[in-house]
C-alpha cells in the first residue's frame, strides 16, 4: 500500500470514529465527510469500499446496535428511537425489523439471557447487525463452483 | 503445572511513531529492540507485570507481500483485536495519553458493567482501552 492510500483509509477510519461515537447526534453524511477531509460523494464511495456499506448505513446499523441494548434494559421503543438519535419512530422500526427481521417492540419481549452474560463491549460487536455483504471468501467459493 | 501470557503482538505501521504512544504516553518501557533487514521488533513491558512482552512490528515483517496489504489494510481501517490494560489511576493516565495527542475514541466512562475505562486509537490504527484496575 502507498501512503497515499493508507493516509485515505485513515481518513476513512476516523470518520467510522464519529460515526460510533457521535451516533446520537444529527449527524449528516456531509459532516463526516468533511471528517474524512472528502467530498460527500467521495467519501460515500470510499468508505463503502472499505468498509462495505454507505457511511448513513453504518450510522442506522450503529444506532440500532445500540437501541437493541436499551431495548435489552427495558427500555420503551420509542425512548430508545429518540434516544440513538432517530426523530422518526416509524423509519426506526421499519429499519430495525429491516435488519434484525423482527419489530423493535418484538425484539423487547425476548429473553436475552446470553447477551447479559457478555461485557458490553464484547455483546456490542456481538450483537452488531450485518447486513448481507460481499463476501470475498464466498465470492472465490462462487467462482471455483463454477 | 502453571501457564501465563509471554509475549502478544502489536501490529503497527510506524515501529518508531508507535514506541511515543506505548513508551511516552502509555509509559511501557522498551526491552529490546530488533532489527532484521528492513524490520524490526521491539518489545515493551511494565514493572506491573514483569515477564509479558508486547511485541511491535510492521505488517510486512515476517509477511508475504499480499498478507502485509491485507494485514496494512486491517490495521489502517481499525477492525484489528483491540488491546486492552488497566491502571490504578484512570483519570490520570487518561490526561497523559490525550497531552500526547492520541486519537480519543471515549473518555473515562462508567460502563453498564461496573467497569470505568477510556478509549483511544494508537498512531496506526489500533484500539486501545485502558481500564480502572479494581481496588487492591
Known amino acids: 500500500m502507498t501512503p497515499q492510500e493508507i493516509e485515505n483509509l485513515a481518513h476513512l477510519r476516523r470518520a467510522r470514529d464519529l460515526i460510533d461515537r457521535d451516533y446520537a447526534k444529527p ?59 432517530c426523530t422518526s419512530l416509524g423509519s426506526f422500526s421499519s429499519r430495525f425489523a ?46 471455483a463452483a463454477a | 503445572m502453571t501457564i501465563a501470557l509471554q509475549f502478544t503482538n502489536v501490529t503497527v505501521t510506524d515501529v518508531d511513531e508507535s514506541i511515543a504512544f506505548y513508551r511516552d504516553a502509555l509509559g511501557l518501557e522498551v526491552q529490546n529492540d530488533v532489527k532484521s533487514g528492513d524490520h524490526r521488533w521491539v518489545t515493551l513491558g511494565t514493572s506491573a507485570q514483569p515477564g509479558l512482552g508486547i511485541v511491535l512490528s510492521d505488517p510486512y515483517a515476517g509477511r508475504s507481500q499480499a498478507d502485509g496489504d491485507a494485514m496494512q489494510e486491517m490495521l489502517t481501517k481499525g477492525v484489528l483485536p483491540m488491546l486492552v490494560f488497566n491502571t490504578d ?20 466512562i462508567d460502563t453498564g458493567w461496573g467497569q470505568r475505562d477510556c478509549a483511544f486509537r494508537d498512531p496506526s490504527g489500533n484500539m486501545v482501552r485502558i481500564a480502572q484496575a479494581p481496588a487492591a
Do not use: N, W
Open chain 1, 27 to 85: 449527524l449528516d453524511v456531509p459532516t463526516m465527510a468533511a471528517k474524512a477531509l472528502m467530498s460527500p460523494a467521495h467519501f460515500s464511495r470510499q468508505f463503502r469500499a472499505a468498509y462495505g456499506e454507505t457511511p448513513y448505513s453504518h450510522l442506522m446499523t450503529r444506532r440500532i446496535e445500540r437501541a437493541m441494548a436499551l431495548l435489552r434494559a427495558g427500555m420503551t421503543v420509542t425512548d430508545a428511537c429518540m434516544a440513538v438519535g
Open chain 2, 89 to 108: 489511576d484512570l483519570d490520570a493516565t487518561f490526561e497523559t495519553v490525550r497531552a500526547s495527542g492520541a486519537e480519543v475514541l471515549q473518555e473515562p
Open chain 1, 98 to 143: 429491516e435488519i434484525i427481521g423482527i419489530t423493535p417492540s418484538a425484539y423487547r419481549a425476548r429473553e436475552h439471557d446470553a447477551v447479559k452474560a457478555m461485557p458490553a463491549c464484547v455483546a456490542k460487536s456481538h450483537t452488531r447487525p450485518a447486513r448481507q455483504a460481499s463476501s470475498r471468501i464466498e465470492e472465490v467459493r462462487t467462482i
